[in-house]
C-alpha cells in the first residue's frame, strides 16, 4: 500500500517532542505537511538531560537560534568539558574535554608525540596542550580574536541548561511555524488490518488524530514502538549495571564551573550540573547494591548547596529498541532506549534521530530498505556510546565495594575490546567516519582511567628531541597565554547573557 505523508503527529513533549517538531517544521518549510504534537499535562518528562556535547551548537546555528538569547531563556552555562572524579581510584581525577590536544603533527595525531615524551621521561601532563582543560582549571571562558594567529588546538563547547525550559524556547518556535500543540491523554492506538501500520491515535475525551506518519516522543514507555508495535528491546545490562537515578536541584555554585562534575560513588555515580540559577544534581546506582531510600540519603548529603525539593527517582533499563523505526513510526528520545548520561548525550541522541529521519524522511511510501539502513545507523551509534560508558566502569582500580568489583570482573564487549587492547598495544586510536567520540575524548579517557599505551606511532619519532621540545613549550606557552585573555565564566554570562543575578566580580 502506498502511503503518502501528509501528516505528522508527534506524540509526547518534553525535549523530545518538542526539538522534533520545531525540527521538521522550520526545516520543511514549503512543503504540503502538517505536523500535531499531543501532549499531556497529566504526563511529566524526565527532564534532567541538563548536560549537552558540542552537536547542539550545530543544531542551534542550524534552527538559527540565537546563542545569547538562548542563553538567557534556559539560564544557560558553558560547558567545555566534564570532570571525572575517583574514577580511577579514589583521590584522582581527570577532565574528558571538548578540545583536542595540541594539534597534528607529520600526518598523526598529537597525543603519539606526548607518549615518546613521557616515554623518554618528559613530565609535561597531556593537559597542559588542551585549551579546554586549562580554561576548566582557571574558571574561564572567551571566544577566539578575529586577529587571533596562534596556532592553537580549537576550543569547542556545549551548554548546561534547563532542559524544562528548553523545551518551552523550542515550542515557541515550532509554534510560530505552524505546528499544532494538542492537550490530552492517548488511551488508544488504531492499527490497519491490513498491514499494521498506525492510522490514528484516540485520547481520553474521544477525539481522533489521524496521521501518516507518527513520532514516538513518550518516553521509556514506549507507547508506539514497543506497546503497540512491539519492536522489542536489547538489555544492556551486563555491562551497564545502574539501573536507578535520584535528581534534585540545589542553590547554584558560588562560581559557575564551566564543566560538568561525574563523581564515583560507592553504587555508581553523582552528577553536578551548574547553571545560572541552580545547580542539578543526581545519583545514577544500581539498585542491587543500594537502595532507594540510602541512595536518596546519600545524594542530599553531598550536595553543594540547599536542596531545593526532594529526590525524585527514576527508574530505567540500559538498553536500545531494537527497531526505532518500524513501519510507520519513528522512536526519538526515551522512546528508543536508554543509555545514562555519564557523557551527556542523551540530548544528542534526540539530535542524531531527528538529522537522520530529516536526511531518510518518507515521501511518497515507506521504504523497508531506507527503514532498515536507518535502523543499522541508530544501533551503531547507541553500541559507541555504550562502549564510551563501559569503559568508564571497566579501566578503574576502584574495588572498594561489590559495585566495583563486579564492574571490574565484567567481560568487555567486543567491540571495546577491541579499541582497549590496540590503545594498550601501541596508542592507535582508529576513528571511524562519522563516529560521535573522536581522537581526543578516547585519549582523555583512556589515560584519566588509567590505561597506558606501551608504544607509539613511529612518526612520532621524526622531530629530533630538541625541536619536539620546542614545539611542546611553544605549544603550551601559546595556550596559556591565550587562557589567560579570557574572562571568568561568570563574567563572560554577565557581560553576554546572564538570566539571573550573578556574584559580583571581585577586584
Known amino acids: 500500500m502506498q502511503r503518502k505523508v501528509r501528516k505528522i503527529v508527534i506524540v509526547g513533549g518534553g525535549t523530545a517532542g518538542w526539538m522534533t517538531a520545531a525540527t521538521l517544521a ?34 542551534n546555528r542550524g534552527m538559527s537560534i540565537d546563542e545569547n538569547d538562548f542563553m538567557r531563556a534556559t539560564h544557560a552555562s558553558i560547558k567545555l568539558g566534564i570532570e571525572f572524579v575517583d574514577w580511577y581510584r579514589v583521590g584522582e581525577s581527570y577532565i574528558h574535554p571538548f578540545g583536542t590536544y595540541g594539534v597534528p603533527m607529520h600526518n598523526i595525531y598529537f597525543h603519539h608525540f606526548w607518549l615518546r615524551h ?28 578575529p586577529d587571533d594567529r596562534l596556532p592553537l588546538p580549537p576550543m569547542s563547547y556545549a551548554y548546561h541548561f534547563d532542559a524544562s525550559l528548553y523545551a518551552v524556547y523550542l515550542r515557541r518556535i515550532a509554534e510560530t511555524h505552524g505546528v499544532q500543540r494538542t492537550e490530552g491523554k492517548v488511551v488508544h492506538v488504531q492499527q490497519s488490518g491490513e498491514d499494521g501500520f498506525i492510522e490514528s491515535v484516540k485520547l481520553a475525551d474521544g477525539r481522533v488524530i489521524e496521521g501518516d506518519l507518527f513520532i514516538d516522543c513518550s518516553g521509556f514507555r514506549g507507547l508506539l514502538i514497543e506497546q503497540t508495535l512491539h519492536a522489542g528491546y536489547e538489555d544492556w545490562s551486563e555491562w551497564l549495571p545502574c539501573d536507578r537515578a535520584m535528581a534534585v536541584p540545589c542553590e547554584r555554585l558560588p562560581a559557575t564551573t564551566p564543566f560538568t562534575r561525574s563523581t564515583s560513588r560507592e553504587a555508581g555515580w553523582q552528577w553536578r550540573i551548574p547553571l545560572q540559577h541552580r545547580t542539578g544534581n543526581g545519583y545514577v546506582y544500581c539498585s542491587e547494591y543500594l537502595g532507594d531510600d540510602e541512595a536518596a540519603s546519600l545524594l542530599l548529603s553531598r550536595l553543594d548547596g540547599k536542596p531545593q525539593g526532594t529526590p525524585r527517582p527514576l527508574r530505567f533499563l540500559a538498553g536500545r529498541r531494537k527497531e526505532v523505526w518500524k513501519k510507520n513510526v519513528v522512536a526519538i528520545g526515551l522512546s528508543s532506549g536508554f543509555l545514562e548520561p555519564l557523557e551527556s548525550t542523551s540530548i544528542h541522541l534526540i539530535q542524531s534521530m531527528i538529522a537522520r529521519l530529516m536526511f531518510m524522511f518518507p515521501g511518497d511510501g515507506f521504504d523497508q530498505s531506507t527503514i532498515d539502513k536507518f535502523n543499522q545507523i541508530a544501533a551503531n551509534e547507541l553500541v559507541e556510546i555504550r562502549d564510551v560508558l563501559v569503559l568508564h566502569y571497566m579501566a578503574t582500580e576502584r574495588d572498594d565495594t561489590p559495585f566495583w568489583r563486579h564492574c571490574r570482573a565484567m567481560t568487555k564487549p567486543d567491540t571495546l575490546r577491541q579499541r582497549w587492547e590496540m590503545y594498550e598495544s601501541c596508542g592507535n586510536i582508529i576513528i571511524e567516519a562519522g563516529v560521535l567520540f573522536k581522537e581526543h575524548s578516547w585519549f582523555a579517557i583512556y589515560e584519566g582511567q588509567g590505561l597506558k599505551a606501551r608504544a607509539f606511532h613511529p612518526f612520532a619519532n621524526i622531530p629530533d628531541d630538541a625541536e619536539l621540545e620546542r614545539r611542546f613549550t611553544r605549544m603550551s606557552g601559546d595556550i596559556r597565554k591565550r587562557i589567560a585573555t579570557f574572562p571568568t565564566h561568570d563574567e563572560y554570562l554577565r557581560m553576554n547573557c546572564a538570566s539571573a543575578p550573578l556574584p559580583e566580580k571581585k577586584m
Open 26 to 59: 522550520k526545516k520543511a518549510l514549503g512543503m504540503p505537511y502538517s505536523i500535531e504534537l499531543i501532549e499531556s499535562d497529566e504526563i511529566g518528562t524526565v527532564g534532567v538531560g541538563e548536560a549537552t556535547i558540542p552537536p547542539i551548537i550545530d543544531y
Open 118 to 145: 613521557v616515554a623518554q621521561g618528559g613530565t609535561m601532563p597531556a593537559s597542559a596542550f588542551n585549551m579546554n582543560i586549562l580554561a576548566c582549571t582557571e574558571g574561564r571562558y572567551g571566544l577566539p580574536r
